[in-house]
């Protein structure tokens, strides 16, 4: 079984619609975070949580929110969905211990927004 | 203002040829550097990485090397395989607990048959 886990694997929805994007994870890991990632742009960060109680902005978190239901769970949600949110999405975790930060991706979500 | 930078958008490199993959970056606090391989339809995977401490790191066909007085480094493949054909992300990090990781854009390598 896969240590991250993404639902939906895709999901096409229209303009002003509210969804949800949801990541699970076995790994035991307090870190969290959300990306997306547009052909040329590499990954950008959308949110990210050190633990449960621990929610923090990335680059671009306009038109997004998240929330952390657990250590394991972390989801992210397009309150009014707009084209230029059509991206691949992932979820990541990681545990960091004072070395490198090395994060574990989940597969990711493909968002088209008509 | 882009912190780590790779400069080349794409690389086309003949199998059994080395292949060098390029990173500059600009914060000298960072501590660590990672590199990240991705296929299509995959979420990226880590592939190695190298201590600010450290000038070299292998791991197989994969070698880092880290320059810091250039503050560049390189990923070097060796020998290319047609499985290496990804994109590939360099990325770095601080030892400070409230630092988050910083990836570059990718570079997307073609080996060549």
């Known amino acids: 079984d896969a240590d991250v886990t993404q639902t939906p694997r895709n999901r096409i929805t229209k303009t002003g619609k509210r969804i949800m994007l949801e990541c699970s994870q076995t790994k035991g890991h307090d870190r969290m975070y959300w990306y997306r990632q547009d052909p040329g742009l590499g990954l950008q960060l959308i949110y990210y949580?050190?633990?449960?109680?621990?929610?923090n902005k990335g680059e671009i978190s306009d038109g997004y929110s998240v929330s952390r239901q657990a250590q394991a769970k972390f989801s992210l949600s397009l309150e009014s969905a707009i084209p230029n949110q059509t991206a691949l999405y992932f979820c990541?975790?990681?545990?960091?211990?004072?070395?490198?930060?090395?994060?574990?991706f989940g597969p990711g979500t493909r968002l088209t927004v008509l | 203002d882009q912190q780590v930078k790779q400069n080349s958008p794409s690389l086309s490199v003949q199998e059994g040829r080395i292949s060098i993959l390029n990173c500059d970056y600009t914060n000298s606090m960072f501590d660590y550097f990672l590199w990240y391989k991705k296929y299509p339809a995959e979420g990226p995977t880590f592939l190695i990485s190298?201590?600010?401490?450290?000038d070299k790191n292998e791991d197989g066909r994969f070698t880092v090397f880290l320059n810091k007085s250039a503050k560049h480094l390189s990923l070097h493949i060796v020998p290319s395989q047609p499985g290496d054909s990804a994109v590939y992300f360099c990325a770095a990090s601080a030892r400070n607990r409230d630092d988050k990781i910083i990836f570059g854009k990718g570079t997307r390598l073609h080996i060549l048959p």
């Open positions: 990541a975790t990681s545990d960091w211990d004072g070395g490198p930060d090395t994060q574990y």
């Open positions: 190298i201590s600010s401490i450290k």
């Open positions: 949580s050190f633990d449960v109680k621990d929610i």
